[in-house]
């Protein structure tokens, strides 16, 4: 008796899969791209560079009254790089993890002194300014400098494990399979790349989104993976959630938000007003303290980071 045909497996070169890929995703986002001030050409590679530090974690919507504030008021490094730390997160505002704040700070300060106050276009350049790990230096040389980059973040992750691994969520992490495949969907030719790094970014926060997402609309549905699976639920651990209320992060912006609203240093007593648990307000004071976003000052002041 003939045995059963087995299902082919899918092969381990996806070039052919990225080729087919390209020209559609591309050709979408040439229609249907977000006129974002970071994209236009009057930003150049500091607009970039803000607007990748300031997205990560944070939606576009709370992102744009910042960036547009931020940027007028530091068009360039060395304009940043002149104020106190504290100053930034101060400007920073409630866009959330605020350290983001300080190691763009560090950067501005570093791309002053060892680059004459330019955004370095070199790759290597990029990743060694303080606060900068791969993902940012990868986007900035592709979407300010139009490199050949893997530009890798959750947006992207989702489109590549769904159209060409065929399954709904990327693993938690990014993994060294999806950074190989990143780098084997690349197109070859550096304008296309760049091209390409944005337009599958874009597919993903618009598209094919984390929920509800909308395959009718989607411009490779007909080569997706996970659609032609029949699109099978998730079957790897649980996806993290994003709890905020009554945790440590929570409490710190609260806490925060006294010092940024502060002319002058804030004594105890202000800080203590803003979270009744007693326990839990001195941990997270603690930890901005540790974490640079706070200074402490004698006789129970605080204030936001000089130096």
Same mark, same amino acid.
């Given at each position: 008796?003939?045995?059963?045909?087995? *299902?082919?497996?899918?092969?381990?070169?996806?070039?052919?899969?990225?080729?087919?890929?390209?020209?559609?995703?591309?050709?979408?986002?040439?229609?249907?791209?977000?006129?974002?001030?970071?994209?236009?050409?009057?930003?150049? *590679?500091?607009?970039?560079?803000?607007?990748?530090?300031?997205?990560?974690?944070? *939606?576009?919507?709370?992102?744009?009254?910042?960036?547009?504030?931020?940027?007028?008021?530091?068009?360039?490094?060395?304009?940043?790089?002149?104020?106190?730390?504290?100053?930034?997160?101060? &400007?920073?505002?409630?866009?959330?993890?605020?350290?983001?704040?300080?190691?763009?700070?560090?950067? &501005?300060?570093?791309?002053?002194?060892?680059?004459?106050?330019?955004?370095?276009?070199?790759?290597?350049?990029?990743?060694?300014?303080?606060?900068?790990?791969?993902?940012?230096? &990868?986007?900035?040389?592709?979407?300010?400098?139009?490199?050949?980059?893997?530009?890798?973040?959750?947006?992207?992750?989702?489109?590549?494990?769904?159209?060409?691994?065929?399954?709904?969520?990327?693993?938690?992490?990014?993994?060294?399979?999806?950074?190989?495949?990143?780098?084997?969907?690349?197109?070859?030719?550096?304008?296309?790349?760049?091209?390409?790094?944005?337009?599958?970014?874009?597919?993903?926060?618009?598209?094919?989104?984390?929920?509800?997402?909308?395959?009718?609309?989607?411009?490779?549905?007909?080569?997706?993976?996970?659609?032609?699976?029949?699109?099978?639920?998730?079957?790897?651990?649980?996806?993290?959630?994003?709890?905020?209320?009554?945790?440590?992060?929570?409490?710190?912006?609260?806490?925060?938000?006294?010092?940024?609203?502060?002319?002058?240093?804030?004594?105890?007593?202000?800080?203590?007003?803003?979270?009744?648990?007693?326990?839990?307000? &001195?941990?997270?004071?603690?930890?901005?303290?540790?974490?640079?976003?706070?200074?402490?000052? *004698?006789?129970?002041?605080?204030?936001?980071?000089?130096?």
């Amino acid at each position: 008796m003939t045995a059963p045909t087995k *299902p082919m497996p899918m092969s381990d070169s996806p070039e052919p899969a990225g080729e087919a890929l390209h020209g559609p995703v591309i050709a979408w986002f040439d229609a249907n791209a977000r006129d974002l001030p970071w994209r236009r050409a009057d930003a150049g *590679p500091w607009g970039v560079m803000v607007s990748e530090f300031m997205l990560q974690q944070t *939606p576009v919507s709370r992102v744009l009254p910042v960036y547009e504030q931020w940027i007028a008021r530091w068009p360039r490094p060395a304009d940043l790089a002149k104020e106190a730390p504290g100053e930034a997160v101060r &400007a920073w505002g409630r866009l959330g993890y605020p350290r983001r704040a300080l190691r763009l700070h560090g950067a &501005a300060v570093a791309i002053t002194e060892r680059h004459g106050g330019d955004v370095p276009a070199k790759h290597a350049q990029l990743l060694a300014l303080p606060g900068i790990g791969e993902y940012t230096a &990868a986007a900035v040389a592709s979407f300010a400098y139009g490199q050949r980059h893997a530009v890798l973040d959750t947006n992207v992750r989702r489109v590549f494990a769904r159209a060409v691994t065929g399954v709904q969520y990327p693993p938690n992490a990014t993994t060294a399979a999806e950074r190989k495949l990143a780098r084997a969907l690349l197109p070859e030719d550096e304008r296309t790349a760049s091209r390409w790094a944005a337009a599958s970014m874009e597919l993903g926060a618009l598209v094919c989104t984390a929920k509800n997402e909308s395959c009718g609309r989607c411009p490779i549905a007909a080569q997706c993976a996970w659609q032609a699976a029949g699109k099978p639920a998730h079957q790897g651990p649980a996806r993290r959630g994003q709890t905020y209320a009554g945790t440590d992060r929570q409490v710190r912006g609260k806490l925060l938000a006294v010092l940024r609203e502060a002319v002058a240093p804030v004594p105890q007593a202000s800080l203590d007003r803003v979270w009744g648990e007693p326990v839990q307000r &001195a941990r997270a004071l603690d930890g901005l303290v540790s974490d640079g976003l706070v200074e402490p000052l *004698p006789e129970g002041l605080y204030r936001l980071p000089l130096t």
